[in-house]
Nanobody, 113 residues
Framework: QVQLVEAGGGLVQPGESLTLNCTAS????????INWYRQAPDKERLLVAKITWSGNINYADSVKGRFTISRDNAKNTVYLRMNTLEPADTAVYYCNVEERNAWGPGTQVTVSS
């Protein structure tokens, strides 16, 4: 059974940074494409960043140059480093194992002064 747990969210001020992590049990994340999505209140869930099993990476235009996705296969964890956060980044962030359609419960990120 696949279980994903996100952590690292919180309340920060504009311009600050956070690093989210997604840890899995039940599968080796290194074999899969891992996505980070986010969902703001009353809005649809949107893809933020993706890292494939082979290491290819893509970002949404809104986060390019500010967010970095990476993986540590030894820890079975995928990270999302978020710099220069903006109020528009406020959302619940979810990790997703694409090939298994598995989701974590999400972690709240709030950017506010």
């Amino acid at each position: 059974q696949v279980q994903l747990v996100e952590a690292g969210g919180g309340l920060v001020q504009p311009g600050e940074s956070l690093t989210l992590n997604c840890t899995a049990s039940g599968i080796p994340l290194s074999y899969y494409s891992i996505n980070w999505y986010r969902q703001a209140p009353d809005k649809e869930r949107l893809l933020v960043a993706k890292i494939t099993w082979s290491g290819n990476i893509n970002y949404a235009d809104s986060v390019k140059g500010r967010f970095t996705i990476s993986r540590d296969n030894a820890k079975n964890t995928v990270y999302l480093r978020m710099n220069t956060l903006e109020p528009a980044d406020t959302a619940v962030y979810y990790c997703n194992v694409e090939e298994r359609n598995a989701w974590g419960p999400g972690t709240q990120v709030t950017v506010s002064s």
